[in-house]
């Protein structure tokens, strides 16, 4: 079975950082693209960014784009999201993904097959 783990969430304050990892097992890491949604309270999920399969190229949303990174461990099969100079704004369930969207589809959290269970952040003001 695909599962994908996530881990890492907290409380921080603004313009700190934390560092999500999300453990995948039961697929092949470098046969899908794997990345990071996030919904806050009353919000529809949003899409952060994801890491394409493969060339392992990322892309951000935004709103993170220059304060996000991620990154993967392929022996660890575990991909992290590196989040820093944090604002409130971040608050949310982040949610780790998988799949295998089109470029034009990378936003859509349809196009992702597998979803972790999701971590809590919240950032203080």
């Known amino acids: 079975d695909v599962q994908l783990q996530a881990s890492g969430g907290g409380l921080v304050q603004a313009g700190g950082s934390l560092r999500l990892s999300c453990a995948a097992s039961?697929?092949?890491?470098?046969?899908?693209?794997i990345g990071w949604f996030r919904q806050a309270p009353g919000k529809e999920r949003e899409f952060v960014g994801t890491?394409?399969?493969?060339?392992?190229?990322?892309y951000y949303s935004d709103s993170v784009k220059g304060r996000f990174v991620i990154s993967r461990d392929n022996d660890k099969n575990t991909v992290y999201l590196q989040m820093n100079n944090l604002k409130p704004e971040d608050t949310a369930v982040y949610y780790c993904?998988?799949?295998?969207?089109?470029?034009?589809?990378?936003?859509?959290?349809?196009?992702?097959?597998?979803w972790g269970q999701g971590t809590q952040v919240t950032v203080s003001s």
């Open positions: 890491l394409s399969k493969r060339r392992g190229r990322t």
């Open positions: 039961g697929f092949n890491f470098d046969d899908y693209a």
């Open positions: 993904v998988s799949g295998n969207p089109i470029l034009s589809e990378i936003y859509s959290a349809r196009a992702y097959t597998y």
